[in-house]
């Protein structure tokens, strides 16, 4: 029996859409029939999602990049945006997500804002990667591609266990942001992210007491 897919793909790079789109076609099982739209920005994937719940014809999959241009309303900034928007229009959809980035906290941050149903690092991917995920995806979710696989597995082995707002720091940190500039990030007094910190360097075990010595401890067990 012949099953009808319907996909959304929305990436900013139309040369990197086609490699997907033809790798899916391709690949695809003798009784998959693929109907694929594709949108190369925040605006007209809204659009497209729309017009899919407005004809009561949902889409079954949708790939999203994270790093797209922002909607012209700015509602919209980037494909975790779209994906949030995705899971509350069409809850059935199957969300997989597409990054450039493999920084932990990215990673981790967007497993637990969407916990979409694939997440594929783009430097790992090959068109034999991209198919085993979508097959996936539709019959056994989740597919991780390697890259988030060993950052997933590495934060779970870690006996250190830290909250979101400790891993923002961590993260802000070792983007170069100065600690007198965390607040302006992080919705918490300048003595209560010094506290943090100090617990983080406990945690870590940080002799010298220094930011950097607490960065690479973080780098080395996998939470930045």
């Known amino acids: ?23 899916l076609l391709a690949t695809k099982k003798d009784n998959q029939k693929l109907l694929i739209d594709i949108a190369n920005n925040c605006d ?16 079954d999959v949708l790939f999203m990049d994270i790093s797209l241009p922002p909607s ?11 994906a949030k928007y995705a899971r509350k229009v069409m809850p059935e959809a199957k969300i997989v997500m597409l990054t450039m980035f493999n920084e932990n906290y990215r990673v981790h941050n967007l ?11 783009k430097s790992d991917l090959t068109s034999s990667e991209l ?23 590495r ?36 003595s209560a992210i010094e506290k943090r910190k100090k617990q983080l360097k406990l945690l ?3 002799q010298d007491g220094n930011d950097e010595t607490l960065l690479d401890e973080a780098r080395r067990k996998g939470f930045i």
């Open 131 to 153: 198919a085993s995920a979508f097959q996936a995806v539709l019959n056994n979710p989740p597919f991780y591609s390697g890259t988030v696989n060993s950052i997933v597995r």
């Open 155 to 190: 934060s779970i082995t870690n006996d250190i266990d830290i909250d979101d707002i400790d891993r923002k720091i961590l993260y802000l940190l070792s983007q170069g942001i100065r600690t007198k500039s965390l607040k302006d990030h992080i919705d918490m007094s300048m």
């Open 1 to 23: 029996m012949e099953e009808t897919i319907r996909i959304l793909m929305t990436d900013d790079h139309p040369i990197i859409i086609e490699g997907y789109q033809n790798t």
């Open 72 to 82: 012209a309303d700015g509602k919209f900034n980037s494909g975790e945006d779209l």
């Open 204 to 206: 870590f075990d940080v």
């Open 111 to 121: 497993i637990k804002n969407i916990d979409p149903e694939g997440f594929l690092i």
């Open 44 to 59: 007209e994937s809204v659009k497209f999602m729309q017009r899919a719940v407005d004809s009561n014809k949902p889409y």
